[in-house]
């Protein structure tokens, strides 16, 4: 069974830092690039980070670089999102993902409020 669980959200100050986890089970995790998504409302869902399969490779959206920076441990089955100076419009839901071919698969999502 396929589980995506991630945690690390909640409400945070602007300026401040959060660091999301997304723990995995049910498939060869390193065979697997994992990213992060988020979703506000009223938006489309945008990628907000993702890792090639050894975590060599990363791309961010253009809206969180610098900022933000994905990692991964293999050894854990656990992709990580580390959030630094935080906005109010980062505020969204924050998904993670596994990907290898036509094989995709979510977790339930995390809020993160960015508000004074």
């Known amino acids: 069974q396929v589980q995506l669980v991630e945690s690390g959200g909640g409400l945070v100050q602007p300026g401040g830092s959060l660091r999301l986890s997304c723990a995995a089970s049910g498939f060869p995790f390193s065979g697997y690039a994992m990213s992060w998504y988020r979703q506000a409302p009223g938006k489309e869902r945008e990628l907000v980070a993702s890792?090639?399969?050894?975590?060599?490779?990363?791309k961010y959206g253009d809206s969180v670089k610098g900022r933000f920076t994905i990692s991964r441990d293999n050894t854990k089955n656990t992709v990580y999102l580390q959030m630094n100076s935080l906005k109010p419009e980062d505020t969204a839901v924050y998904y993670c993902?596994?990907?290898?071919?036509?094989?995709?698969?979510w977790g339930q999502g995390t809020q993160v409020t960015v508000s004074s």
């Open positions: 890792s090639t399969r050894a975590g060599g490779t990363t």
């Open positions: 993902n596994g990907r290898l071919g036509y094989l995709d698969y």
